[in-house]
């Protein structure tokens, strides 16, 4: 059976559930939900898997905290063997309204410290992520505090559509491959895409 590890980056701790920072754990969160599945606090990471026609997927949640992300990232690649290809990480992205995602196969980080970590622990900037946006309505110096904070009351359904969405890009991304996941799900305005998996 081909092996998959979806990566959720976030924040460990009850002080920062339901936070922007953390809208990958939300994403892995619900696949877990999804599939039944329990979270075992195991090395570096919560981690559970989830089968989908014939495929496994090991979900983790760093418990590293966002800042030192790869450490989890490179120690679940390495236990459980599987191929970089087969690697998706799931993040935040301030760069993109809520509602919004994006599926890239390499890049820069960006500046968000998690993916930096990821990218310099695992020694090359070329591995899956899907981005979820989660805005970038802040004023100059607050963005610390506006990607710790809160999803608004207002934001919350579209946030939550984009979770749904992002769950079956994952699926797309396992059973038809990375290029044509890009091409069904990262159209502009368009977060959600039906029938994107098989």
């Given at each position: 059976m081909v092996k998959y590890l979806i990566v959720g980056l976030g924040n460990v701790g009850s002080e920062y559930e339901g936070t922007r920072h953390n809208a990958g754990f939300m994403v892995v969160d619900a696949l877990a939900k999804e599939g039944e599945a329990r979270w075992t606090l195991e090395r570096h990471a919560y981690r559970t898997e989830v089968r989908h026609k014939g495929r496994q997927l090991v979900l983790i949640k760093p418990t590293t905290y966002m800042n030192l992300s790869?450490?989890?990232?490179?120690?679940?690649?390495?236990?459980e063997k599987i191929?970089?290809?087969?690697?998706?990480?799931?993040?935040?992205?301030?760069?993109l309204d809520p509602g919004i995602?994006?599926?890239?196969k390499q890049g820069?980080?960006?500046g968000h410290n998690g993916l930096t970590d990821i990218e310099n622990l695992l020694g090359t900037?070329?591995?899956n992520r899907l981005r979820?946006?989660?805005?970038?309505q802040f004023s100059r110096g607050r963005q610390?505090?506006?990607?710790?904070g809160q999803f608004s009351a207002d934001e919350l359904p579209t946030v939550e559509a984009s979770v749904k969405t992002?769950?079956?890009?994952?699926?797309?991304?396992?059973?038809?491959?990375?290029?044509?996941?890009?091409?069904?799900?990262?159209?502009?305005?368009n977060a959600r895409k039906e029938g994107g998996t098989e």
């Amino acid at each position: 059976m081909v092996k998959y590890l979806i990566v959720g980056l976030g924040n460990v701790g009850s002080e920062y559930e339901g936070t922007r920072h953390n809208a990958g754990f939300m994403v892995v969160d619900a696949l877990a939900k999804e599939g039944e599945a329990r979270w075992t606090l195991e090395r570096h990471a919560y981690r559970t898997e989830v089968r989908h026609k014939g495929r496994q997927l090991v979900l983790i949640k760093p418990t590293t905290y966002m800042n030192l992300s790869g450490k989890a990232v490179k120690y679940w690649l390495q236990a459980e063997k599987i191929e970089l290809a087969n690697l998706l990480v799931v993040v935040d992205d301030i760069a993109l309204d809520p509602g919004i995602i994006r599926i890239k196969k390499q890049g820069a980080a960006g500046g968000h410290n998690g993916l930096t970590d990821i990218e310099n622990l695992l020694g090359t900037p070329n591995y899956n992520r899907l981005r979820v946006g989660v805005g970038s309505q802040f004023s100059r110096g607050r963005q610390v505090d506006y990607v710790l904070g809160q999803f608004s009351a207002d934001e919350l359904p579209t946030v939550e559509a984009s979770v749904k969405t992002a769950c079956d890009a994952v699926r797309c991304f396992i059973t038809q491959g990375i290029d044509r996941t890009m091409n069904l799900y990262n159209k502009k305005g368009n977060a959600r895409k039906e029938g994107g998996t098989e």
